[in-house]
């Protein structure tokens, strides 16, 4: 199983422009997750899925958009790319459930996003 | 919001020390709590979880829970350099009918050979 694969790693962005972050999980989680962590900070979410179909907002949604159309896919679109949306993202998924007590998170490797 | 608190540090401990890691919350409804690593430059992998008062051990790692008090420790015996890294706690609760988690800014940690 690869887990969790992000694309890209690293990318550069001028103002205005847009993008998509792709993740992809292979484990046939229910939930997955996207964070943003800016240096020297936490992790804060900002759009999570439990469910192909069904996204909610986090903590932090302004200035981005998700979808989920199938279990693995859950990208991440950002429009008009801000210096305030530098920091690097993380995609994660879980098996989620009113039954899982411990819902262990598995990180994919991160994107570095610099919007200059 | 529901909150994660803990020490920023960095927390600088000699090498076969017992590293101490601390954390409190706000939600009493808190059901789970986790304990994850995160090396300089990586994403986060999960060390530990708890969901009963009293404590749990996992070779070197021990996490400690008071419902009571809102608070979740994680103990290193005998740390390693290698277990200098940003240690993140997170809390588990359901809203919704949905499993939600809030992380905490995390603790670095820092082990001097």
């Known amino acids: 199983n690869a887990g969790v694969t992000q694309t890209p790693k690293f990318r550069i962005l001028k103002i205005g422009q847009s993008m998509t972050l792709q993740c992809t999980q292979d484990?046939?989680?229910?939930?997955m997750y996207w964070y943003r962590q800016d240096p020297g900070m936490g992790l804060k979410l900002i759009y999570y899925?439990?469910?192909?179909?069904?996204?909610d907002k986090g903590e932090v949604p302004n200035g981005y958009n998700v979808s989920r159309s199938t279990t693995e896919d859950f990208p991440l679109r950002l429009e008009l790319a801000a210096p305030s949306q530098t920091s690097v993202y993380f995609c994660?998924?879980?098996?989620?459930?009113?039954?899982?007590?411990?819902?262990?998170?598995?990180f994919g490797p991160g994107t570095r996003l610099t919007v200059l | 919001q529901k909150e994660v608190e803990q020490n920023s540090g960095p927390l600088s401990v000699p090498e076969g020390a017992i590293a101490s890691l601390n954390c409190t919350y706000s939600?009493?409804?808190?059901?789970?709590f986790f304990w994850y690593r995160q090396y300089s430059g990586k994403s986060p992998e999960l060390i530990m979880f708890?969901?009963?008062?009293g404590d749990k051990e996992d070779g070197r790692f021990t996490a400690q829970l008071n419902k009571a008090s809102q608070y979740v420790s994680l103990l290193i015996r005998d740390s390693q350099p290698s277990d200098s890294a940003t240690y993140l706690c997170a809390v588990a609760y359901f809203s919704g009918g949905y499993q939600k988690v809030t992380f905490g800014t995390g603790t670095k940690l820092q082990v001097i050979p």
């Open positions: 899925s439990v469910g192909a179909g069904i996204t």
């Open positions: 994660a998924s879980s098996i989620g459930g009113a039954l899982t007590m411990a819902d262990e998170q598995f």
């Open positions: 939600d009493r409804g808190s059901q789970s």
């Open positions: 708890i969901y009963s008062n």
């Open positions: 484990m046939n989680h229910n939930y």
